[in-house]
């Protein structure tokens, strides 16, 4: 699957670019779902790609629309890699591996949303910089949203306005994003006028 564009939107939405080789000492990738297509686009692009894989650890978690290219992720031949069910299983992991990185150690995330957040929340929280984690999007635009009102998050939000899974309100998906709890934020649609709800549309695949 090729890169996804998404159009302008307000200064919180997250942009993305396209993953780049750089020189590092270690190289940790973060992948979920079609990410495995982003990161093999980047080892074509790599001088050394024999020794950047010798020095790669590869976390990898299949996408939220069932695409699973572990095998492919397995084929690439990188030092060190890592299959978890879930996302949430995937993060204690993550964090040991980046409580060990050394200096030089280069971060490389690529997938959905609902991974490249949580992922680079998980990085950030060591004290890294933001400009430290490279991020391209591919795959599912599915959304992980909290209910601003609630401050219960629903994963894998397709449908805009949708029910909160926790209190039930009716929410507008909004593009507004906080990277501290890596989510969309999601506003009570019918708060004026209770009962009145827009038709629900699928916004996210």
């Known amino acids: 699957m090729s890169k996804t564009i998404f159009p302008p939107s307000i200064k919180s939405r997250p942009v993305y670019a396209t993953l780049e080789p750089r020189p590092g000492k270690a190289h940790v990738v973060i992948a979920d779902g079609e990410g495995a297509d982003a990161l093999g686009e980047m080892l074509d692009k790599a001088p050394d790609r024999a020794g950047m894989l010798a020095a790669m650890h590869i976390l990898y978690t299949p996408g939220p629309n069932g695409t699973d290219l572990w095998a492919k992720v397995q084929g690439f031949g990188a030092a060190q890699t890592y299959r978890a069910p879930t996302i949430p299983a995937m993060l204690p992991r993550l964090g040991k591996v980046v409580s060990e990185a050394h200096m030089g150690t280069q971060f490389y995330v690529t997938g959905t949303e609902g991974l490249m957040g949580q992922a680079e929340r998980e990085i950030m929280m ?12 591919r795959g599912s635009t599915l959304r992980r949203v909290q209910c601003v009102h609630c401050k219960g998050i629903t994963e894998n939000v397709a449908m805009d306005p949708f029910v909160c899974s926790h209190c039930g309100l009716s929410l507008f998906v909004r593009d507004h994003y ?24 699928e916004r996210f695949k």
Do not use: C, M
Request: aromatic content about 6%; glycine content about 8%; hydrophobic content about 45%.
């Open 178 to 201: 906080s990277r501290r709890i890596a989510a969309f934020q999601g506003v009570n649609i019918d708060a004026e006028d209770p009962g009145l709800v827009p038709a629900a549309v």
């Open 126 to 137: 060591t004290g890294l910089p933001f400009d430290a984690v490279q991020k391209e999007h």
